[in-house]
Each structure stands twice: as C-alpha cells, then as structure tokens.
C-alpha cells in the first residue's frame, strides 16, 4: 500500500505524540503505585466509567478490528458470529459469575485464577490452571505484537521483526511502569477513542454507500460474490461452535476477565461495568462487520488482499483529516487489548510461579517481582510473536487448551461442593493433555481438540466425583464457597 509522503509524516508524528502521551500516563502512575495490590489489581477501586472503557478494550482488539472485518468484506454478514461468541459467553459470566468471583475475591484477597483454583482443588490445581491460562494469553498479547509490527511495515516500512521488537519494547516499557493501574485509566482514553472513531467509520460508511438497500443490489451484481453473503446465517455450524467453545468459552476462565472483577470498586461497579461493555462490544463488533461488508458492495473496493480493507477505506475513501483520526482509532484498539493481556500474564507469573516460592513474600518484594514479571511476559510474548508464524491460530488453539482443561472444574466447582480434589486436578491435566494431543496428531477425523478434550474432561471429572471421598476439613472448607442460592 503506498501513501504519499506528506500522510507519511503526519502519520509519524501522530505516533510520536500518541506514544509519548501513554508512556506519559504509565509514568505518572509509576510514581504513584506503591504496593502489589494497586500494580497488579488498581488497588481493587477503580471505578466504573475506566472499567467499562478497559474491559471493552479487552473485548475489541487489534485482531478483532482488521481480522473481522477483512473476514467480512471476504465472507459476508455471517462472519458476525465470530465477534458474538464472545460476547454471548461475557454475558453469561457477567449475569452468573461476577457476583461470586467476587465476593470470593474479596474474602480471600486472590489475585489469579490459580489462587481460586488451589483453594478450590488445593495447591496441585494451580499448575495446570496457570499452563491453560499463559498460552491463551501469551499467544493474545503476542498477536498485539504483530500487529503493531504490520502497521509500521505497512505505513513506514519497517521490517515485520524490527516492528513486532519495536512494539514489544514499547508495552513492555508501557506495562512495568504503571501496572494495571495505569493500563485501566490509560484504557479509559483509548477505549473512548476506539469507540467513537469506529462509530464515526460507521455513519461515514453508511452514507457514502447509500444504505443498505444500496449495498444489497451492487452486492449481486459482483459475479465472484456468494450468494449467502448477505445472510447472517451463511457460516457453518462448527464455524460458530468452534469460535464460541474456544475464544468464547475460554472468556469464563481467562486471568483477564476475573481480575477486572477484582480491580473494580465495589460488585455493582463490576458487574455494571461489565453490562456496559456488552453492549457497547455487541454493537461495535456488529459494525465491524457491517464495514466489512460496506466496503466492497458500498463503496466498490476490490482486493485480493482483504487483511488492508481497513486500510484502503480510511486513507483512500476518507478525506485525510477522518483517515488521520481513524488511524489512531485503530493504534488506540490495539494496544487498549495488548497491555490488557500482558498484566494478566505477569499478575499470573508473579503469583502462581513466584509467590508460592517465597518465604515472606512482603510488599514491596512482590512489586520488584511483578515489574520483573512484566519483563518475562514481554520476552515470551515476543518468543511467541517471533517463532509462530500463525499467531491467530496458537490463540485458537491456547483458548481450546484452556477450556477443554479448566472451564469444567472452574465453573462446577464454584457451584457444587461435592467434586474432591483429586476429581479437579485430574480432569483438568486429562482435558489439557487430551487437547494438546489431539492438537499435535493433526486433528484426527477432522474434529477440534476442544471436541475431545472438554468431553473428557467432564467425563473424568463426573466419574471421580463419585468415587472419591475427602475428609471432613476438607468438606467444610468447600462449605464456605460462594452457594447458588446466596448468590442470586
């Protein structure tokens, strides 16, 4: 894609000062956080306008933005079963999880979901929960990597690893200083950016193509076109199943989606913020996909590269001023994800890998660890960046991992006292294990891992439930878990 020299410029120095900017913000916090709670969960007070612009920063991503919508404008209207999966599955942890998460949270004072799990199952659940968790989200920040990398080739020719080292050194610096706290309120500017800008794209889009009546005819007169383009139910059933079992179902038990709950100032503030971000996720991704689709019956673009239709339509169908501002629209989605992902990883690494190892873990020991976690997230992110060629499908495939192994022990061991913990350790290493080897052996008769992970997993896990027995001070500890009828 070739820009003039003059856009070039622009572009450059709206970086510049964009990057200054955040790490400006990241810095103020760095002097402001002081202990291991406020680095790694904001203190557990932030409030609910922040909340509810990070967690759709979360939601939206950098992948979600340039990969939905080239699926779009490739596949049709259909493709919006990508973006729901994943809301659908927020809006069922937001209506029955986020009130016992936490109030656990708060009881317990956890900061990962390996801190639930080991009190749940006991200190052997904590691994697997950990192994499912890191390459969901590591192959998830990884991917903000490349795609802060594929922006500066694209634009300013930078070479694709010089650009995905560039980026990384960039969150990295981003995220060690200021923790979650800083990520959560530089959040609130980039989730507000994102939201208008993509909102704007929209009203722009839609009156330059005339609609959607307009759309529909200058669609069937495109022989190379589907015919189920434009039907939202033109995507295969395992195409909807898969999404919504793996990046979906893994939403459940993600380190990101528990630890805003617990960064949040209050269960109200959690779990408001949570419907907001539903909607606002709901509606977005549903525009995502109406651009898509826009581009090529509204406003004729035809490419056999559908990964720069964002591309082609703000810099060569938008004046120059709106191409600017959707240009940072689309910087500001990717890294209000990218941070997000890399502070749960670190928060888990410093928790489940190094706390338990330390004799008197004190506060300010854990904050030097947890900025050097921030270190170790960013070097495998960056591993996982440069060695994968396939990033999008490593975090498919991590999603899988997580849910076939964890959701099952996680989510019914929340609501049920009876599962031992031998039940939720072993189904959670068979569910792994399983998936993990369906995955290497190529995906045997042409079925997901998810498919025969998950179901062994519940398999082992009802099976052991059964038949294995716990004594009575391990019973009356399950007893003070959050019960379904106190819940609701």
Same mark, same amino acid.
């Given at each position: =894609? %070739?820009?003039?020299?003059?856009?070039?410029?622009?572009?450059?120095?709206?970086?510049?000062?964009?990057?200054? #900017?955040?790490?400006?913000?990241?810095?103020?916090?760095?002097?402001?956080?002081?202990?291991?709670?406020?680095?790694?969960?904001?203190?557990?007070?932030?409030?609910? $306008?922040?909340?509810?612009?990070?967690?759709?920063?979360?939601?939206?991503?950098?992948?979600?933005?340039? @990969?939905?919508?080239?699926?779009?404008?490739?596949?049709?209207?259909?493709?919006?079963?990508?973006? =729901?999966?994943?809301? $659908?599955?927020?809006?069922?942890?937001?209506?029955?999880?986020?009130?016992?998460?936490?109030?656990?949270?708060?009881?317990?004072?956890?900061?990962?979901?390996?801190?639930?799990?080991?009190?749940?199952?006991?200190?052997?659940?904590?691994?697997?929960?950990?192994?499912?968790?890191?390459?969901?989200?590591?192959?998830?920040?990884?991917?903000?990597?490349?795609?802060?990398?594929?922006?500066?080739?694209?634009?300013?020719?930078?070479?694709?690893?010089?650009?995905?080292?560039?980026?990384?050194?960039?969150?990295?610096?981003? /995220?060690?200083?200021?923790?979650?706290?800083?990520?959560?309120?530089?959040?609130?500017?980039?989730?507000?950016?994102?939201?208008?800008?993509?909102?704007?794209?929209?009203?722009?889009?839609?009156?330059?193509?005339?609609?959607?009546?307009?759309?529909?005819?200058?669609?069937?007169?495109?022989?190379?076109?589907?015919?189920?383009?434009?039907?939202?139910?033109?995507?295969?059933?395992?195409?909807?199943?898969?999404?919504?079992?793996?990046?979906?179902?893994?939403?459940?038990?993600?380190? !990101?989606?528990?630890?805003?709950?617990?960064?949040?100032?209050?269960?109200?503030?959690?779990?408001?913020?949570?419907?907001?971000?539903?909607?606002?996720?709901?509606? /977005?991704?549903?525009?995502?996909? %109406?651009?898509?689709?826009?581009?090529?019956? @509204?406003?004729?673009?035809?490419? !056999?590269?559908?990964?720069?239709?964002?591309?082609?339509?703000?810099?060569?169908?938008?004046?120059?001023? #709106?191409?600017?501002?959707?240009?940072?629209?689309?910087?500001?989605?990717?890294?209000?994800?990218?941070?997000?992902?890399?502070?749960?990883?670190?928060?888990? #690494?410093? /928790?489940?890998?190094?706390?338990?190892?330390?004799?008197?873990? /004190?506060?300010?020991?854990?904050?030097?660890?947890?900025?050097?976690?921030?270190?170790?997230?960013?070097?495998?992110?960056?591993?996982?960046?440069?060695?994968?060629?396939?990033? %999008?499908?490593?975090?498919?495939?991590?999603?899988?991992?997580?849910?076939?192994?964890?959701?099952?022990?996680?989510?019914? @061991?929340?609501?049920?006292?009876?599962?031992?913990?031998?039940?939720?350790?072993?189904?959670?290493?068979?569910? %792994?294990?399983?998936?993990?080897?369906?995955?290497?052996?190529?995906?045997?008769?042409?079925?997901?891992?998810?498919?025969?992970?998950?179901?062994?997993?519940?398999?082992?896990?009802?099976?052991?439930?059964?038949?294995?027995?716990?004594?009575?001070?391990?019973?009356?500890?399950?007893?003070?878990?959050?019960?379904?009828?106190?819940?609701?």
């Amino acid at each position: =894609m %070739i820009l003039e020299q003059s856009l070039k410029l622009a572009l450059i120095i709206i970086v510049l000062v964009y990057v200054l #900017l955040i790490l400006g913000v990241a810095y103020y916090f760095y002097r402001k956080t002081k202990t291991y709670d406020q680095y790694n969960m904001g203190g557990r007070s932030m409030p609910m $306008i922040p909340m509810i612009l990070t967690t759709v920063g979360l939601g939206i991503g950098g992948s979600t933005l340039l @990969g939905y919508m080239s699926d779009a404008y490739a596949l049709g209207y259909g493709r919006v079963w990508l973006t =729901m999966s994943t809301t $659908i599955v927020f809006v069922i942890f937001t209506a029955f999880f986020v009130k016992p998460v936490r109030k656990l949270g708060d009881k317990h004072k956890f900061f990962t979901i390996g801190d639930y799990a080991a009190y749940r199952y006991g200190k052997a659940a904590r691994l697997p929960t950990f192994i499912g968790n890191l390459f969901a989200i590591g192959a998830l920040t990884g991917l903000q990597f490349v795609a802060l990398a594929t922006i500066l080739n694209l634009l300013f020719d930078v070479n694709i690893v010089t650009g995905i080292i560039i980026a990384a050194v960039f969150l990295t610096i981003k /995220t060690y200083l200021g923790g979650l706290t800083a990520v959560i309120w530089t959040d609130a500017i980039q989730g507000t950016i994102q939201t208008v800008g993509i909102s704007l794209l929209f009203f722009v889009i839609y009156f330059q193509s005339g609609g959607f009546g307009e759309v529909a005819e200058n669609i069937q007169q495109i022989p190379s076109v589907d015919t189920h383009y434009l039907k939202i139910f033109n995507i295969p059933l395992s195409s909807i199943l898969i999404p919504l079992l793996t990046m979906g179902a893994a939403v459940l038990v993600r380190q !990101d989606t528990w630890q805003r709950v617990w960064a949040s100032k209050d269960i109200n503030v959690a779990r408001n913020s949570n419907w907001w971000a539903a909607l606002i996720m709901a509606l /977005t991704g549903a525009i995502i996909i %109406i651009v898509g689709v826009f581009a090529r019956g @509204g406003l004729g673009i035809e490419t !056999d590269q559908p990964a720069l239709v964002y591309y082609h339509v703000i810099f060569e169908y938008l004046p120059v001023a #709106l191409g600017l501002i959707l240009f940072v629209t689309l910087v500001a989605t990717i890294l209000s994800s990218a941070d997000s992902f890399f502070i749960a990883g670190s928060t888990m #690494l410093v /928790t489940d890998m190094v706390k338990p190892f330390i004799k008197s873990p /004190t506060g300010d020991k854990m904050l030097r660890y947890s900025r050097l976690m921030v270190l170790v997230m960013g070097a495998f992110g960056l591993f996982l960046a440069l060695t994968i060629p396939r990033l %999008i499908e490593l975090w498919i495939t991590g999603s899988a991992i997580l849910a076939a192994g964890i959701l099952i022990p996680i989510v019914m @061991g929340m609501f049920w006292e009876r599962p031992s913990n031998l039940a939720g350790v072993t189904s959670m290493w068979v569910g %792994i294990l399983v998936a993990v080897f369906w995955q290497i052996a190529g995906h045997p008769f042409d079925i997901h891992p998810v498919f025969i992970g998950m179901p062994m997993c519940f398999i082992v896990f009802m099976i052991m439930t059964f038949t294995t027995f716990e004594d009575k001070s391990s019973i009356d500890k399950k007893k003070s878990l959050v019960k379904v009828k106190k819940v609701f």
